[in-house]
């Protein structure tokens, strides 16, 4: 028999890193989950990943029993760790902040693929330089 859903929690939490400070704690808090055993799980499922912003999604159940799901990076981290920036732009249609190559926004559409609503590479690599075009980030050179 299947367990009764009682809720879904999404965060962005640093891989490795989950602390029962907010905003994990409260957020837990609020579904009567363990927030330790989260903590360790979670820690322990991402340590190849230290320091990454990765999204989970909680699954809470009747009984007060979890799972979660890691999904990847999110595309604007991405894209600001391969133009090496701290923050996007403020006013992306007049400032433009790095530039990246096609190459690199296929590398990011390729790891983004299995959490992206999209079923070929090229609209994958459509959705990133969006993202990109949104932040102040030009794509420089051909597509290819």
């Known amino acids: ?10 965060l ?7 602390n029962p400070s ?13 927030i ?3 903590c360790k799980q979670f820690n322990a499922r991402t340590q190849d990943k230290a320091g990454k912003v990765l999204p989970v999604v909680i699954t ?10 890691i999904k990847t990076p999110p595309a604007a981290i991405q894209i600001m760790e391969a133009a090496k920036l701290k923050k996007g732009s403020s006013e992306s249609n007049r400032t433009k902040v790095a530039t990246i190559t096609w190459d690199q ?16 590479i090229d ?3 459509n959705m990133i330089a969006g993202t990109a075009r949104s932040m102040g980030v030009l ?3 051909d597509r290819s």
Do not use: H
């Open 36 to 38: 330790m055993e989260f």
């Open 12 to 18: 962005q939490v640093r891989g490795g890193a989950a």
């Open 139 to 141: 794509i420089d050179g």
């Open 105 to 120: 926004v296929k590398a990011i559409a390729e790891d983004k693929m299995p959490d992206l609503n999209c079923f070929t």
């Open 60 to 69: 809470v159940y009747g009984d007060k029993s979890f799972d979660f799901v």
């Open 22 to 34: 907010p905003p994990v704690g409260p957020a837990l808090g609020a579904k009567g989950v363990n």
């Open 1 to 10: 028999m299947a367990k009764e859903v009682a809720g879904l929690i999404k």
């Open 123 to 125: 609209s994958a690599m």
